[in-house]
């Protein structure tokens, strides 16, 4: 069975940093493109960060390029985000969600977490 | 980036009632090298993690009852659940994974 168990989210003050980690397991961790998906308090899905199977290749909205850092060990099974200079409208549920092996056959994010909470506030 | 806009925000049906959700995205998710749309539906229950119903625009993922079914192409796409039933009380989400990844704002779906 497929599993993510995401942690690490908490209260943290404007211009703080925090990282999430998603331990994985039920599947080949490692063949897998993994990404963070946030919701926000108004219910909104938002797309924050997507790391390649090897974890070469990164990508990120522009809405927290230069401020998240999406990272995996493959040893461990583990996916991160380790967030900085954060902000109010970062405030979310964030989820680790399996996305593909390979962009032709590409469902979507065919598994998600149960989600770890961010909010920042001062 | 590709924007999604979902209708209507929110529908209420009675049970057995046939439901349709549009979700229309502002440039086309047909990935050329396949001729796929890459689009996905999500179903999210109260309290509960999002769920990968549809993807393809029309391919039901395992385990899905067969009275939701994904269609449409291009730019416009439909879900459409054939018999609501109690259990389907849920936000449906759209979501194109062509370039970059977007979601659609939700469908809320009350049972009357």
Known sequence: EVMLVESGGGLVKPGGSL??????????????????????????????????SGGGNTYYPDSVKGRF?????????????????????????????????????????????????????? | NIMMTQSPSSLAVSAGEKVTMSCKSSQS????????????WYQQKPGQSPKLLIYWASTRESGVPDRFTGSGSGTDFTLTISSVQAEDLAVYYCH?????????????????
Do not use: H
Not at chain 2, 29 to 40: D, G, I, M, P, R
């Open chain 1, 19 to 52: 990282k999430l980690s998603c331990a994985a397991s039920g599947f080949t961790f490692s063949s897998y493109t993994m990404s963070w998906v946030r919701q926000t308090p108004e219910k909104r899905l938002e797309w924050v960060a997507t790391i390649s």
């Open chain 1, 69 to 122: 850092t999406i990272s995996r060990d493959n040893a461990k099974n583990n996916l991160y985000l380790q967030m900085s200079s954060l902000r109010s409208e970062d405030t979310a549920l964030y989820y680790c969600a399996r996305y593909s092996q390979f962009i032709t056959t590409a469902k979507g994010f065919d598994y998600w977490g149960q989600g770890t909470t961010l909010t920042v506030s001062s």
């Open chain 2, 29 to 40: 998710v047909l990935y050329s090298s396949n001729q796929k749309n890459y689009l996905a």
């Open chain 2, 96 to 112: 194109q994974y062509l370039s970059s990844r977007t979601f659609g704002g939700g469908t809320k779906l009350e049972i009357k």
